[in-house]
Protein backbone atom coordinates (compact mmCIF):
# COMPACT_ATOMS: atom_id res chain seq x y z
CA UNK A 1 0.00 0.00 0.00
CA UNK A 2 1.74 3.40 -1.11
CA UNK A 3 0.61 7.07 -0.07
CA UNK A 4 1.08 10.05 -1.34
CA UNK A 5 0.07 13.71 -0.69
CA UNK A 6 -2.66 16.04 -0.85
CA UNK A 7 -0.45 18.52 -1.96
CA UNK A 8 1.77 16.38 -4.58
CA UNK A 9 0.28 13.65 -6.17
CA UNK A 10 3.22 12.48 -7.33
CA UNK A 11 4.81 11.13 -4.37
CA UNK A 12 5.04 8.36 -3.31
CA UNK A 13 5.62 6.91 0.00
CA UNK A 14 5.28 3.46 2.39
CA UNK A 15 2.62 2.95 5.34
CA UNK A 16 5.76 3.28 7.35
CA UNK A 17 7.15 6.50 6.30
CA UNK A 18 3.39 7.72 6.13
CA UNK A 19 2.80 7.22 9.68
CA UNK A 20 6.28 7.87 11.13
CA UNK A 21 6.47 11.17 9.19
CA UNK A 22 2.90 12.40 10.13
CA UNK A 23 2.43 15.44 7.44
CA UNK A 24 4.15 15.42 4.13
CA UNK A 25 7.17 17.47 2.96
CA UNK A 26 5.49 19.76 0.98
CA UNK A 27 3.14 20.36 4.05
CA UNK A 28 0.10 18.19 2.57
CA UNK A 29 -1.38 15.11 4.52
CA UNK A 30 -0.89 11.30 3.38
CA UNK A 31 -3.72 9.35 1.69
CA UNK A 32 -3.64 5.87 0.12
CA UNK A 33 -2.76 5.98 -3.44
CA UNK A 34 -6.13 3.72 -3.65
CA UNK A 35 -8.15 2.84 -0.72
CA UNK A 36 -8.69 -1.26 -0.66
CA UNK A 37 -12.24 -2.28 -1.16
CA UNK A 38 -14.19 -4.52 1.55
CA UNK A 39 -15.69 -7.81 -0.61
CA UNK A 40 -19.07 -8.90 0.87
CA UNK A 41 -16.98 -12.15 1.73
CA UNK A 42 -14.60 -9.69 3.81
CA UNK A 43 -17.59 -8.57 5.60
CA UNK A 44 -18.90 -11.52 6.56
CA UNK A 45 -15.43 -12.84 7.48
CA UNK A 46 -15.32 -9.99 9.80
CA UNK A 47 -18.44 -10.56 11.42
CA UNK A 48 -17.43 -13.48 13.11
CA UNK A 49 -14.74 -11.50 14.40
CA UNK A 50 -14.17 -9.53 17.87
CA UNK A 51 -13.33 -6.23 18.14
CA UNK A 52 -9.81 -5.99 18.20
CA UNK A 53 -9.45 -9.07 15.49
CA UNK A 54 -11.73 -6.33 13.24
CA UNK A 55 -9.56 -3.51 13.97
CA UNK A 56 -6.49 -5.00 13.12
CA UNK A 57 -8.32 -7.00 9.71
CA UNK A 58 -9.21 -3.37 8.57
CA UNK A 59 -5.37 -2.12 9.34
CA UNK A 60 -4.11 -4.94 7.20
CA UNK A 61 -5.85 -3.60 4.45
CA UNK A 62 -4.30 -0.35 4.96
CA UNK A 63 -0.63 -1.00 6.22
CA UNK A 64 0.77 -4.25 4.36
CA UNK A 65 4.43 -4.06 5.54
CA UNK A 66 2.78 -5.55 8.69
CA UNK A 67 0.80 -8.93 8.64
CA UNK A 68 -2.45 -9.34 10.46
CA UNK A 69 -1.25 -11.81 12.87
CA UNK A 70 1.34 -8.88 13.90
CA UNK A 71 -1.93 -6.31 13.64
CA UNK A 72 -4.52 -8.41 16.03
CA UNK A 73 -1.36 -8.53 18.81
CA UNK A 74 -1.15 -4.99 18.51
CA UNK A 75 -4.84 -4.41 18.87
CA UNK A 76 -5.51 -6.95 21.53
CA UNK A 77 -2.70 -5.25 23.51
CA UNK A 78 -4.02 -1.61 22.74
CA UNK A 79 -7.61 -2.75 23.55
CA UNK A 80 -6.66 -4.66 26.73
CA UNK A 81 -6.83 -1.14 28.52
CA UNK A 82 -10.64 -0.58 27.91
CA UNK A 83 -13.53 -1.57 30.01
CA UNK A 84 -15.49 -4.08 28.28
CA UNK A 85 -16.19 -3.92 24.58
CA UNK A 86 -14.06 -1.03 22.87
CA UNK A 87 -17.49 0.41 20.63
CA UNK A 88 -20.37 -1.21 22.05
CA UNK A 89 -24.02 0.12 20.34
CA UNK A 90 -26.30 1.14 22.41
CA UNK A 91 -30.01 1.09 20.92
CA UNK A 92 -32.87 3.21 22.93
CA UNK A 93 -35.57 3.27 20.35
CA UNK A 94 -36.92 1.28 17.45
CA UNK A 95 -34.28 3.26 14.86
CA UNK A 96 -31.96 5.39 17.10
CA UNK A 97 -28.37 4.23 18.43
CA UNK A 98 -25.26 4.76 20.29
CA UNK A 99 -22.23 3.97 19.67
CA UNK A 100 -20.41 4.64 22.71
CA UNK A 101 -16.11 5.51 21.93
CA UNK A 102 -15.18 6.57 25.40
CA UNK A 103 -14.50 3.07 27.19
CA UNK A 104 -10.67 3.79 27.21
CA UNK A 105 -8.32 5.02 29.77
CA UNK A 106 -9.08 8.66 28.85
CA UNK A 107 -13.10 8.33 28.43
CA UNK A 108 -13.06 9.87 24.90
CA UNK A 109 -13.04 8.81 21.67
CA UNK A 110 -9.24 9.46 20.78
CA UNK A 111 -8.16 6.18 22.98
CA UNK A 112 -9.65 4.24 20.00
CA UNK A 113 -7.03 5.42 17.59
CA UNK A 114 -4.30 6.63 20.26
CA UNK A 115 -4.24 3.58 22.19
CA UNK A 116 -3.31 1.62 18.92
CA UNK A 117 -1.09 4.78 17.73
CA UNK A 118 2.17 4.09 19.65
CA UNK A 119 2.18 0.47 19.03
CA UNK A 120 1.51 1.07 15.61
CA UNK A 121 4.28 3.63 15.22
CA UNK A 122 6.78 1.27 16.61
CA UNK A 123 6.31 -1.72 14.73
CA UNK A 124 6.65 0.12 11.94
CA UNK A 125 9.63 2.04 13.15
CA UNK A 126 11.18 -1.53 14.20
CA UNK A 127 10.02 -2.69 10.30
CA UNK A 128 11.98 0.93 8.87
CA UNK A 129 14.66 -0.13 10.58
CA UNK A 130 14.71 4.23 12.08
CA UNK A 131 16.25 4.75 15.02
CA UNK A 132 15.89 8.65 15.92
CA UNK A 133 13.46 9.39 18.62
CA UNK A 134 10.15 10.31 17.58
CA UNK A 135 9.30 13.99 19.29
CA UNK A 136 5.25 14.18 18.92
CA UNK A 137 4.02 17.87 19.18
CA UNK A 138 0.21 17.40 19.74
CA UNK A 139 -2.34 20.57 19.28
CA UNK A 140 -5.69 19.29 21.63
CA UNK A 141 -9.10 20.81 21.84
CA UNK A 142 -9.11 18.79 25.05
CA UNK A 143 -9.19 15.10 23.99
CA UNK A 144 -6.96 14.15 21.98
CA UNK A 145 -3.92 15.61 24.42
CA UNK A 146 -4.91 13.25 26.97
CA UNK A 147 -5.43 10.16 24.84
CA UNK A 148 -2.08 11.21 23.00
CA UNK A 149 -0.32 11.43 26.56
CA UNK A 150 -1.38 8.40 28.34
CA UNK A 151 -1.11 6.20 24.59
CA UNK A 152 2.61 7.24 24.77
CA UNK A 153 3.80 7.80 28.13
CA UNK A 154 6.32 5.47 29.08
CA UNK A 155 6.69 4.36 25.11
CA UNK A 156 10.85 4.02 24.34
CA UNK A 157 11.52 6.09 21.62
CA UNK A 158 9.09 8.91 21.87
CA UNK A 159 8.20 12.19 23.45
CA UNK A 160 4.74 14.10 23.48
CA UNK A 161 4.59 17.90 23.96
CA UNK A 162 0.94 18.57 24.34
CA UNK A 163 -0.11 22.27 23.56
CA UNK A 164 -3.94 23.37 24.58
CA UNK A 165 -5.83 26.55 24.34
CA UNK A 166 -5.40 28.12 27.71
CA UNK A 167 -9.52 28.52 28.97
CA UNK A 168 -10.47 26.43 25.91
CA UNK A 169 -11.41 22.95 27.62
CA UNK A 170 -13.23 21.48 30.56
CA UNK A 171 -12.13 21.36 34.03
CA UNK A 172 -11.90 17.46 34.07
CA UNK A 173 -9.78 17.37 30.49
CA UNK A 174 -7.41 19.76 31.91
CA UNK A 175 -6.85 17.80 34.77
CA UNK A 176 -6.30 14.74 33.26
CA UNK A 177 -3.29 16.60 30.99
CA UNK A 178 -1.78 18.47 33.54
CA UNK A 179 -1.17 15.74 36.15
CA UNK A 180 -0.20 12.95 33.57
CA UNK A 181 2.80 11.30 34.75
CA UNK A 182 6.13 9.82 32.71
CA UNK A 183 9.37 11.34 31.77
CA UNK A 184 8.85 11.53 28.24
CA UNK A 185 6.02 13.86 28.28
CA UNK A 186 5.15 17.83 28.65
CA UNK A 187 2.55 19.59 28.59
CA UNK A 188 2.01 23.64 27.97
CA UNK A 189 -1.26 26.02 27.82
CA UNK A 190 -1.03 28.15 24.96
CA UNK A 191 -3.12 32.02 24.75
CA UNK A 192 -5.04 31.60 22.30
CA UNK A 193 -7.87 29.30 20.61
CA UNK A 194 -7.42 25.74 19.44
CA UNK A 195 -6.88 27.11 15.70
CA UNK A 196 -3.93 28.86 17.16
CA UNK A 197 -2.81 25.53 18.55
CA UNK A 198 -2.68 23.79 15.76
CA UNK A 199 -1.75 26.75 13.55
CA UNK A 200 1.82 26.59 15.77
CA UNK A 201 2.22 23.15 15.67
CA UNK A 202 1.47 22.44 11.78
CA UNK A 203 4.40 25.14 11.36
CA UNK A 204 6.77 23.21 13.52
CA UNK A 205 6.25 19.72 10.78
CA UNK A 206 7.50 22.57 7.85
CA UNK A 207 10.09 24.20 10.01
CA UNK A 208 13.99 24.36 8.57
CA UNK A 209 15.30 25.53 11.89
CA UNK A 210 13.22 23.13 14.22
CA UNK A 211 14.63 20.26 11.64
CA UNK A 212 17.96 20.99 12.36
CA UNK A 213 17.54 21.69 15.83
CA UNK A 214 16.13 18.32 16.49
CA UNK A 215 18.41 16.66 14.36
CA UNK A 216 21.29 17.54 16.47
CA UNK A 217 19.68 15.95 19.77
CA UNK A 218 19.31 12.94 17.53
CA UNK A 219 15.14 13.50 17.49
CA UNK A 220 12.31 13.69 14.35
CA UNK A 221 8.82 15.53 14.41
CA UNK A 222 6.25 12.76 13.46
CA UNK A 223 2.66 13.57 13.86
CA UNK A 224 -0.21 12.14 16.66
CA UNK A 225 -3.06 14.45 15.56
CA UNK A 226 -5.43 13.16 12.89
CA UNK A 227 -3.31 14.76 10.58
CA UNK A 228 -1.70 11.49 10.98
CA UNK A 229 -2.62 8.42 9.37
CA UNK A 230 -1.96 6.02 11.64
CA UNK A 231 -4.55 7.98 13.53
CA UNK A 232 -7.41 7.48 11.15
CA UNK A 233 -6.84 3.65 10.26
CA UNK A 234 -8.33 2.42 13.28
CA UNK A 235 -10.88 4.98 13.60
CA UNK A 236 -12.02 3.58 9.76
CA UNK A 237 -12.46 0.21 11.99
CA UNK A 238 -15.39 1.27 14.44
CA UNK A 239 -17.89 2.49 11.42
CA UNK A 240 -17.30 -0.88 9.98
CA UNK A 241 -17.52 -3.01 13.41
CA UNK A 242 -20.47 -0.87 13.81
CA UNK A 243 -22.77 -1.68 11.19
CA UNK A 244 -21.57 -5.41 11.72
CA UNK A 245 -22.90 -5.38 14.91
CA UNK A 246 -26.06 -4.42 13.38
CA UNK A 247 -25.71 -6.90 11.15
CA UNK A 248 -25.06 -9.77 14.08
CA UNK A 249 -27.62 -8.52 16.21
CA UNK A 250 -30.17 -8.95 13.18
CA UNK A 251 -31.40 -5.33 13.48
CA UNK A 252 -30.24 -4.95 9.18
CA UNK A 253 -29.45 -7.79 6.56
CA UNK A 254 -25.95 -8.34 5.40
CA UNK A 255 -26.10 -5.39 2.48
CA UNK A 256 -28.82 -3.53 3.80
CA UNK A 257 -27.88 0.52 4.37
CA UNK A 258 -27.15 2.22 7.57
CA UNK A 259 -26.36 5.98 8.42
CA UNK A 260 -24.04 7.88 11.34
CA UNK A 261 -24.39 10.97 12.35
CA UNK A 262 -21.11 12.13 13.71
CA UNK A 263 -20.42 15.36 15.74
CA UNK A 264 -16.80 16.84 13.87
CA UNK A 265 -15.22 19.77 14.50
CA UNK A 266 -11.45 18.87 12.88
CA UNK A 267 -13.38 16.41 10.17
CA UNK A 268 -11.03 13.57 10.80
CA UNK A 269 -13.99 11.41 12.93
CA UNK A 270 -16.01 11.83 9.98
CA UNK A 271 -13.56 11.32 7.38
CA UNK A 272 -13.10 7.75 8.52
CA UNK A 273 -16.72 6.80 7.96
CA UNK A 274 -16.39 8.21 4.67
CA UNK A 275 -13.46 5.76 4.17
CA UNK A 276 -15.37 3.01 5.47
CA UNK A 277 -18.33 3.87 2.91
CA UNK A 278 -16.06 3.98 -0.11
CA UNK A 279 -14.04 0.68 0.81
CA UNK A 280 -17.69 -0.94 0.85
CA UNK A 281 -19.68 -0.69 4.23
CA UNK A 282 -23.40 0.57 2.81
CA UNK A 283 -23.41 3.60 4.41
CA UNK A 284 -26.55 5.70 3.10
CA UNK A 285 -26.14 9.27 4.72
CA UNK A 286 -23.21 10.48 6.48
CA UNK A 287 -24.58 13.48 8.88
CA UNK A 288 -21.97 15.87 10.16
CA UNK A 289 -22.91 17.44 13.10
CA UNK A 290 -21.67 21.45 14.26
CA UNK A 291 -22.10 23.30 16.95
CA UNK A 292 -22.22 26.97 17.41
CA UNK A 293 -18.74 27.36 15.58
CA UNK A 294 -20.79 25.81 12.03
CA UNK A 295 -17.72 26.79 9.56
CA UNK A 296 -18.68 22.90 8.25
CA UNK A 297 -22.04 23.14 8.17
CA UNK A 298 -21.87 26.29 5.74
CA UNK A 299 -19.30 24.70 3.64
CA UNK A 300 -21.58 22.01 2.87
CA UNK A 301 -24.51 24.32 2.29
CA UNK A 302 -22.69 26.71 -0.01
CA UNK A 303 -19.01 25.39 -1.20
CA UNK A 304 -17.51 28.82 0.63
CA UNK A 305 -15.22 27.92 2.85
CA UNK A 306 -14.82 31.33 5.70
CA UNK A 307 -12.96 31.37 8.80
CA UNK A 308 -14.51 35.20 9.21
CA UNK A 309 -16.52 34.77 11.89
CA UNK A 310 -16.19 35.03 15.84
CA UNK A 311 -14.66 32.03 17.30
CA UNK A 312 -17.28 31.08 20.18
CA UNK A 313 -16.64 28.74 23.27
CA UNK A 314 -19.61 26.28 23.94
CA UNK A 315 -19.99 23.82 26.13
CA UNK A 316 -19.14 20.93 23.82
CA UNK A 317 -15.35 22.58 23.23
CA UNK A 318 -13.66 20.15 21.55
CA UNK A 319 -15.77 21.43 18.81
CA UNK A 320 -14.57 25.04 19.02
CA UNK A 321 -12.63 24.82 16.16
CA UNK A 322 -12.66 27.09 12.64
CA UNK A 323 -10.10 25.51 10.78
CA UNK A 324 -10.48 21.57 9.95
CA UNK A 325 -7.70 19.83 9.39
CA UNK A 326 -8.55 16.43 7.92
CA UNK A 327 -10.93 18.56 5.42
CA UNK A 328 -8.31 18.28 3.19
CA UNK A 329 -8.10 14.66 2.64
CA UNK A 330 -11.64 15.01 1.62
CA UNK A 331 -11.28 17.74 -1.02
CA UNK A 332 -8.16 16.27 -2.36
CA UNK A 333 -11.09 13.54 -3.37
CA UNK A 334 -13.77 15.55 -4.33
CA UNK A 335 -11.25 17.39 -6.55
CA UNK A 336 -10.51 14.00 -8.37
CA UNK A 337 -7.12 14.07 -6.67
CA UNK A 338 -5.76 17.15 -8.35
CA UNK A 339 -3.17 18.03 -5.62
CA UNK A 340 -2.46 21.41 -7.33
CA UNK A 341 -6.19 22.17 -6.90
CA UNK A 342 -6.20 21.37 -3.65
CA UNK A 343 -2.93 23.30 -2.77
CA UNK A 344 -4.71 25.98 -4.23
CA UNK A 345 -7.22 26.12 -2.27
CA UNK A 346 -4.80 25.91 1.02
CA UNK A 347 -3.44 28.82 -0.03
CA UNK A 348 -5.75 30.92 -0.65
CA UNK A 349 -7.48 29.86 2.87
CA UNK A 350 -4.10 31.26 4.42
CA UNK A 351 -3.74 34.02 2.83
CA UNK A 352 -7.53 34.99 2.37
CA UNK A 353 -9.53 32.97 5.40
CA UNK A 354 -11.65 31.46 2.93
CA UNK A 355 -11.70 29.64 -0.68
CA UNK A 356 -14.59 28.56 -2.82
CA UNK A 357 -14.54 25.55 -4.24
CA UNK A 358 -17.61 26.30 -6.97
CA UNK A 359 -20.98 25.03 -7.90
CA UNK A 360 -20.03 21.90 -9.50
CA UNK A 361 -18.09 20.48 -6.37
CA UNK A 362 -20.68 21.90 -4.21
CA UNK A 363 -23.37 19.95 -5.47
CA UNK A 364 -21.16 16.86 -5.40
CA UNK A 365 -19.88 17.62 -1.58
CA UNK A 366 -24.07 17.73 -0.68
CA UNK A 367 -23.95 13.89 -2.29
CA UNK A 368 -21.41 12.76 0.48
CA UNK A 369 -22.63 14.49 3.52
CA UNK A 370 -25.40 16.09 4.90
CA UNK A 371 -24.20 18.98 7.60
CA UNK A 372 -26.64 20.77 10.09
CA UNK A 373 -25.28 22.58 13.50
CA UNK A 374 -26.76 22.85 16.83
CA UNK A 375 -27.36 26.09 19.51
CA UNK A 376 -26.36 25.63 22.81
CA UNK A 377 -29.95 25.73 23.75
CA UNK A 378 -30.62 22.55 21.73
CA UNK A 379 -27.67 21.14 23.08
CA UNK A 380 -28.88 21.55 26.38
CA UNK A 381 -32.22 20.08 25.16
CA UNK A 382 -30.88 16.84 24.08
CA UNK A 383 -28.93 16.25 26.92
CA UNK A 384 -32.16 16.99 28.79
CA UNK A 385 -34.67 14.91 26.61
CA UNK A 386 -32.20 12.11 26.32
CA UNK A 387 -32.07 11.46 30.39
CA UNK A 388 -35.96 12.00 31.20
CA UNK A 389 -36.70 9.98 27.70
CA UNK A 390 -34.72 7.12 28.43
CA UNK A 391 -32.55 7.08 31.38
CA UNK A 392 -29.58 8.11 29.11
CA UNK A 393 -26.53 10.34 29.73
CA UNK A 394 -24.44 11.69 26.78
CA UNK A 395 -22.07 14.44 26.97
CA UNK A 396 -22.55 17.76 25.09
CA UNK A 397 -20.53 17.08 21.81
CA UNK A 398 -22.66 13.30 21.46
CA UNK A 399 -25.60 15.69 22.24
CA UNK A 400 -24.98 18.33 19.79
CA UNK A 401 -24.71 14.91 17.36
CA UNK A 402 -28.31 13.96 18.26
CA UNK A 403 -30.21 17.52 17.70
CA UNK A 404 -28.67 17.74 14.26
CA UNK A 405 -28.86 14.00 13.38
CA UNK A 406 -32.25 12.76 14.68
CA UNK A 407 -33.93 14.95 11.49
CA UNK A 408 -32.86 12.16 10.10
CA UNK A 409 -33.41 9.32 11.97
CA UNK A 410 -36.72 8.04 10.70
CA UNK A 411 -34.85 7.08 7.24
CA UNK A 412 -33.92 3.77 8.16
CA UNK A 413 -31.25 2.71 10.82
CA UNK A 414 -28.85 5.60 12.81
CA UNK A 415 -26.02 4.89 14.81
CA UNK A 416 -24.87 8.14 16.79
CA UNK A 417 -21.38 8.78 17.32
CA UNK A 418 -20.93 8.79 21.20
CA UNK A 419 -17.79 10.63 21.74
CA UNK A 420 -16.84 11.34 25.52
CA UNK A 421 -18.38 9.88 28.54
CA UNK A 422 -20.90 12.60 30.15
CA UNK A 423 -18.27 13.08 33.22
CA UNK A 424 -15.78 14.81 31.50
CA UNK A 425 -18.85 17.49 31.19
CA UNK A 426 -20.08 16.88 34.49
CA UNK A 427 -21.04 20.50 35.04
CA UNK A 428 -22.70 20.95 31.30
CA UNK A 429 -24.32 17.48 32.07
CA UNK A 430 -26.20 18.91 35.26
CA UNK A 431 -27.43 21.99 34.21
CA UNK A 432 -29.26 20.50 31.07
CA UNK A 433 -30.85 18.00 33.43
CA UNK A 434 -31.99 20.98 35.35
CA UNK A 435 -30.20 20.67 38.55
CA UNK A 436 -27.99 23.53 40.17
CA UNK A 437 -24.08 22.81 39.31
CA UNK A 438 -21.58 22.75 42.69
CA UNK A 439 -18.42 25.32 42.44
CA UNK A 440 -16.02 22.50 43.28
CA UNK A 441 -15.60 20.27 39.64
CA UNK A 442 -15.11 16.90 42.17
CA UNK A 443 -18.67 17.78 44.32
CA UNK A 444 -20.24 18.40 40.62
CA UNK A 445 -18.93 14.50 39.58
CA UNK A 446 -20.21 13.10 42.84
CA UNK A 447 -23.76 15.06 42.34
CA UNK A 448 -23.59 13.96 38.48
CA UNK A 449 -23.44 10.17 39.79
CA UNK A 450 -25.92 10.69 42.87
CA UNK A 451 -28.82 11.99 40.55
CA UNK A 452 -28.24 10.06 37.66
CA UNK A 453 -26.81 6.70 39.02
CA UNK A 454 -23.99 7.36 36.42
CA UNK A 455 -20.76 5.31 37.45
CA UNK A 456 -17.96 7.96 37.61
CA UNK A 457 -14.52 6.57 36.75
CA UNK A 458 -11.87 5.86 39.48
CA UNK A 459 -9.67 7.79 37.17
CA UNK A 460 -11.36 10.64 37.01
CA UNK A 461 -12.11 10.56 40.72
CA UNK A 462 -8.67 10.70 41.59
CA UNK A 463 -7.43 13.26 39.21
CA UNK A 464 -8.78 15.92 41.93
CA UNK A 465 -5.98 14.54 44.68
CA UNK A 466 -2.98 14.46 41.99
CA UNK A 467 -0.35 17.21 41.98
CA UNK A 468 -0.20 19.19 38.88
CA UNK A 469 2.94 18.68 37.33
CA UNK A 470 2.74 21.05 34.23
CA UNK A 471 1.52 24.32 34.50
CA UNK A 472 3.14 27.15 32.15
CA UNK A 473 1.05 28.92 29.94
CA UNK A 474 3.13 29.89 26.84
CA UNK A 475 2.15 32.25 23.41
CA UNK A 476 2.38 30.73 19.63
CA UNK A 477 5.83 32.15 19.40
CA UNK A 478 7.73 29.95 22.21
CA UNK A 479 6.22 26.35 21.03
CA UNK A 480 9.31 25.86 18.71
CA UNK A 481 11.60 26.79 21.52
CA UNK A 482 9.84 24.68 24.26
CA UNK A 483 9.98 21.91 21.58
CA UNK A 484 14.02 22.01 21.30
CA UNK A 485 14.12 22.68 25.22
CA UNK A 486 11.94 19.32 25.81
CA UNK A 487 13.86 17.47 22.69
CA UNK A 488 17.49 18.19 24.73
CA UNK A 489 15.77 16.99 27.98
CA UNK A 490 15.04 13.68 26.71
CA UNK A 491 18.25 13.71 25.02
CA UNK A 492 20.07 13.83 28.44
CA UNK A 493 17.88 11.24 30.32
CA UNK A 494 19.08 8.65 27.50
Known amino acids: MLFTSTRNNKLRVKGSEAVLSGLAPDGGLFVPVELPKLSKPDLEQMLEM ?23 VIARRAYSTFDGDPAPIVGIDEN ?80 QMVTTLGNNVCVSAIKGNFDDAQTAVKKCFTSIELKEALKECGAKLTGANSINFGRLAP ?53 CASNENNVLTEFISTGVYSVDRPFLKTMSPSMDILVSSNLERFLFDLAGKDSMVVKGWMEELKSTGRYDIGSELASKLKDEFTGGYAEESECVDAIGYLF ?29 VSTASPVKFAASVLSSIGESVPSDDKKALLKLEKVTAFDIPQSVSDLFGMEERFTSVISTKEVQTKIVEFAKKLKSQQ
Open 50 to 72: DYPERSAFIMSKLFDELSFDELK
Open 388 to 416: DEYGYLVDPHTAVGYAVGSAYSDEGQMIF
Open 235 to 287: QIAYYVSGYLDLVGGEVIKMGEEISYTVPTGNFGNILAAYYAKKMGVPIKRLV
Open 96 to 175: VWFMELYHGKTHAFKDMALSVLPLLMTALKEKAGQKELCLIPVATSGDTGKAALEGFSGVEGTGVYVFYPDGGVSATQRK
